[in-house]
């Protein structure tokens, strides 16, 4: 890839994050080397690094990264039919932090069965800012076992995929809508840290 090209790429990505967050720069990002991209949003300069996605990686249970990203593919692609048939469910966003590998596909249902009561619960506190929850505010068996951490938020936007900070309290806390996020250039989601988490 040229260097104009990867740019171009980089700045489409830029975009694709900006919008999915809901986020809208004072002034067009201005292009840099490091950080990738400046811009001001809400009165304050942020800068953005973006940093090329490596299959060869491996996750904290050893498997391969792309074996752990097929996995949560099909985990993604049972939790889009479970919420079609839940309109309740349509405008939550709901974002997971697994400690290293997703429920097998034999455990899907249960585990989205899970996630819904959890969502359904805590219906009450959700609004635009991220709802962060962690495992002593899970009372279910398979949420206990494979998620570190999970995020609710009401919002019409799906999110590719987030790095976050490793989880503090052992409840859930408004986190304001905080967020660093990693896309790839085609809007897959990525992990990092041998951490995999996506929404669906």
Not at 28 to 44: C, L, V
Not at 98 to 116: G, K, N, T, Y
Not at 170 to 176: K, P
Request: hydrophobic share 35%; proline share 7%.
């Amino acid at each position: 890839m040229t260097r104009p090209d990867q740019k171009r790429s980089e700045r489409e990505t830029l975009h694709a994050v900006l919008a999915a967050l809901g986020l809208h720069p004072d002034e067009e990002p201005e292009e840099g080397e490091a950080p990738d991209f400046t811009m001001p949003i809400a009165g304050r300069w942020i800068g953005v690094e973006m940093t090329m996605y490596q299959s060869g990686a491996t996750v904290e249970d050893g498997r391969g990264r792309r074996q752990v990203e097929s996995e949560w593919d099909r985990l993604k692609a049972a939790g889009d039919a479970f919420r079609r048939d839940r309109p309740d469910l349509a405008d939550v966003n709901v974002g997971l932090m697994f400690r290293a590998s997703v429920p097998p596909p034999r455990q899907h249902a249960a585990f989205l069965e899970e996630i819904a009561a959890f969502v359904r619960g805590h219906a009450s506190k959700l609004n635009d800012k991220d709802l962060e929850c962690w495992p002593l505010s899970f009372s279910t068996p398979l949420m206990q076992t494979y998620l570190r951490t999970l995020y609710l938020r009401k919002d019409r936007y799906q999110l590719n995929g987030r790095v976050r900070r490793p989880a503090g309290p052992d409840d859930c806390a408004d986190r304001g809508g905080e967020i660093s996020q990693t896309v790839s250039p085609g809007g897959r989601a990525l992990a990092r840290h041998s951490m995999q988490h996506a929404h669906f």
